[in-house]
């Protein structure tokens, strides 16, 4: 053997006892490594309680829903107090709403108000329902048709929340705010989705409740209002005849899903000088088909019997 490749044989015999050296030392920068891999996606504070975490955000999702509630803003103290909280932590919160674009405060006033990133994210619910996309045309073409304003409103618990709406060109129009409520037994919509609701699930919604009264034609006896749902499920529509507010009149009819079930209601409204008792019929019958037009596109069955 030669000196060179003695040499070469004697640097490879040390490359080979040095290795597991040099695999210990390497050894903690490899588990870090692994770590950073582990903790990337984990959410921020897993490690530790997120209590303080969750509650700020169940505050902050109360007071966007009771600025959602006030369209005309709130001022400080009034969220402070809705919230339960001190004022100086009540408007850190509302800093933080403010900073992402979910609220916005007018200068000179002082209110608060929901900003447009709000409505945005409010709006994915509405067309992450198929229903109310498919609706919107049948709206349009309901205005059109009878030149009033067009409406879709679902149930939540006690009352109509109105989704959608193809607003009349007319300069007397009746205009619903979207997201607005109505009570169940004071409109169109709400008394056409009472109609074909379960009676269990009906008995439900108007136990230990009282029917207020919004105007003097409101339905305010519950015994009557079960009268009348009958005539709505024998008719095929409702109508509310300047019971949710004077000098509007309405009909209404449900959009049923594939179980037969009220899903949401459609209704045509207006003032009482153009919808008068001898055009409801005409508008009654234009509602209550565009209504079983809907509920065949989106899949559903129009019932023949009450719900069981």
Excluded at 269 to 276: H, K, L, M, Q
Aim: aromatic content about 4%; charged content about 25%; hydrophobic content about 35%.
């Amino acid at each position: 053997m030669t000196d060179k490749e003695r040499n070469r044989a004697t640097e490879q015999q040390r490359n080979r006892a040095s290795e597991p050296e040099r695999q210990r030392a390497s050894e903690p920068e490899r588990n870090r490594a692994s770590e950073k891999r582990r903790a990337v996606g984990r959410p921020a504070g897993d490690t530790k309680s997120s209590g303080g975490h969750s509650q700020s955000l169940v505050r902050g999702l109360t007071i966007l829903e009771g600025l959602a509630a006030a369209p005309d803003g709130l001022a400080l103290s009034d969220i402070a107090e809705d919230v339960e909280l001190a004022p100086s932590t009540t408007h850190r919160l509302l800093q933080a709403l403010f900073q992402q674009g979910f609220i916005t405060q007018n200068v000179e006033s002082g209110l608060w108000k929901i900003d447009v990133k709000t409505f945005r994210i409010g709006n994915s619910f509405l067309e992450a329902r198929d229903f109310v996309a498919t609706a919107r045309p049948f709206l349009r073409r309901l205005t059109a048709t009878s030149g009033e304003t067009a409406n879709l409103g679902i149930r939540d618990d006690g009352m109509v929340v109105y989704l959608a709406q193809s607003e009349s060109k007319q300069m007397m129009r009746m205009i619903t705010r979207l997201g607005s409520r109505a009570p169940l037994h004071a409109s169109g919509v709400g008394k056409a989705l009472l109609a074909w609701t379960p009676p269990q699930e009906f008995e439900q919604i108007v136990a230990g409740r009282t029917l207020e009264g919004e105007t003097p034609n409101t339905l305010t006896n519950v015994d009557r209002l079960r009268e009348q749902l009958i005539e709505i499920r024998r008719q095929g529509y409702a109508v509310d005849r300047e019971e949710h507010a004077i000098g509007l009149n309405c009909v209404a009819a449900t959009l049923h899903d594939e179980s037969g079930l009220p899903l949401a209601a459609i209704s045509v409204s207006g003032p009482v000088a153009r919808i008068d008792d001898s055009r409801l019929p005409e508008l009654a019958a234009l509602v209550a088909e565009t209504a079983r037009e809907i509920t065949a596109k989106i899949g559903g069955k129009t019932p023949t019997e009450p719900p069981t």
